[in-house]
């Protein structure tokens, strides 16, 4: 039997992708230890790896594909093959971006500052490179964890990935610039990218995990309408499409079911209710394939 041997992110990123997998059909199961957990399609071979060395093993073609934050992709030079962008991240469904931060009251306010300062990073080689196109020379040296902690006894600044900043906030650490967004990307060794079954394979794998990132921004809404209030309803919801109207057994009352924004539906049940909707039901989704 043909296998697609994939690369998924161990860490930081491990449960949000496991879910993520879940949610487009995929029940990944792995020990505490465990580098190669199972998965019920016996046409994938998943193995752990950090996001860091995902695109090392993906371009030298031990995998055939993996997921892994651009970052990583760009921080390697690796020659492989971008299928997709996921929008996902840790902690929700946005890009992370990878920020210069120095301690609290620094002198060091703009990029220029950090003209021979000590800058501590897992991203070297894209810091060098943003410092170099800024026309600033500093000492840019490799972190090996704990990156927030260095600043200021150890480094005078950190290049370091965030979502939302609270964790450099909360170590005293102030923002001063962005120098690489980034999110979480589909990539393909480029021997693989030619073989059809295993494109094919890869292709079908990412129109489901993308199905059920939209799914988690949307939910389902149905509801029993009396006709005479069914376009009060109706202009009311807004739809991926449009709403299904479906006859009820009571000739004098249809059933009305759509989908519409999480973030919206708190705002729209009551509204619907004072139109006259009733038996209102929010259900979840799992995958809507566009």
């Known amino acids: 039997m043909p296998k697609l041997k994939l690369g998924l992110p161990k860490g930081s990123l491990q449960e949000s992708t496991f879910e993520l997998?879940?949610?487009?059909?995929?029940?990944?199961?792995?020990?505490?230890?465990?580098?190669?957990?199972?998965?019920?399609?016996?046409?994938?071979?998943?193995?752990?790896?950090?996001?860091?060395?995902?695109?090392?093993?993906?371009?030298n073609g031990a995998l055939d594909a993996g997921l892994c934050g651009s970052d990583w992709v760009k921080e390697n030079g690796?020659?492989?093959?971008?299928?997709?962008?996921?929008?996902?991240?840790?902690?929700?469904?946005?890009?992370?971006?990878?920020?210069?931060?120095?301690?609290?009251?620094?002198?060091?306010?703009?990029?220029?500052?950090?003209?021979?300062?000590?800058?501590?990073?897992?991203?070297?080689?894209?810091?060098?490179?943003?410092?170099k196109k800024q026309g600033v020379t500093a000492d840019v040296e490799f972190s090996w964890g704990a990156t927030e902690a260095k600043?200021?006894?150890?480094?005078?600044?950190?290049?370091?990935?965030?979502?939302?900043?609270?964790?450099?906030?909360?170590?005293?650490?102030?923002?001063?610039?962005?120098?690489?967004?980034?999110?979480?990307?589909?990539?393909?060794?480029?021997?693989?990218a030619k073989d059809p079954w295993k494109t094919g394979k890869l292709e079908n794998l990412v129109m489901l995990l993308k199905g059920a990132l939209i799914?988690?921004?949307?939910?389902?809404?149905?509801?029993?309408?009396?006709?005479?209030?069914?376009?009060?309803?109706?202009?009311?919801?807004?739809a991926l499409n449009t709403p299904t109207v479906a006859p009820l057994s009571n000739p004098g009352w249809i059933d009305v079911d759509t989908i519409v924004d999480e973030s919206l539906v708190r705002d729209i049940i009551p509204r619907l209710k004072k139109a006259g909707a009733q038996g209102i039901v929010e259900y979840p989704l799992n995958k809507i394939i566009p």
Do not use: C, H
């Open 78 to 131: 690796s020659n492989v093959t971008t299928v997709a962008d996921l929008i996902y991240a840790k902690q929700g469904l946005r890009k992370v971006r990878w920020v210069i931060a120095v301690p609290g009251g620094s002198k060091i306010k703009t990029v220029k500052d950090l003209k021979g300062k000590r800058i501590a990073t897992e991203l070297v080689n894209v810091t060098k490179k943003y410092l």
């Open 21 to 59: 997998f879940k949610k487009a059909g995929y029940i990944i199961k792995t020990g505490s230890r465990s580098y190669f957990p199972s998965v019920n399609d016996d046409e994938l071979e998943i193995m752990l790896l950090r996001a860091q060395e995902i695109p090392i093993y993906v371009e």
């Open 151 to 192: 600043a200021p006894l150890l480094v005078d600044a950190i290049v370091e990935l965030t979502e939302t900043g609270s964790s450099l906030r909360a170590n005293n650490l102030e923002i001063i610039e962005t120098i690489l967004e980034s999110n979480t990307v589909v990539i393909a060794n480029k021997a693989s």
């Open 215 to 238: 799914a988690e921004q949307k939910v389902g809404l149905k509801m029993n309408v009396q006709k005479k209030d069914l376009n009060k309803i109706l202009a009311l919801l807004p």
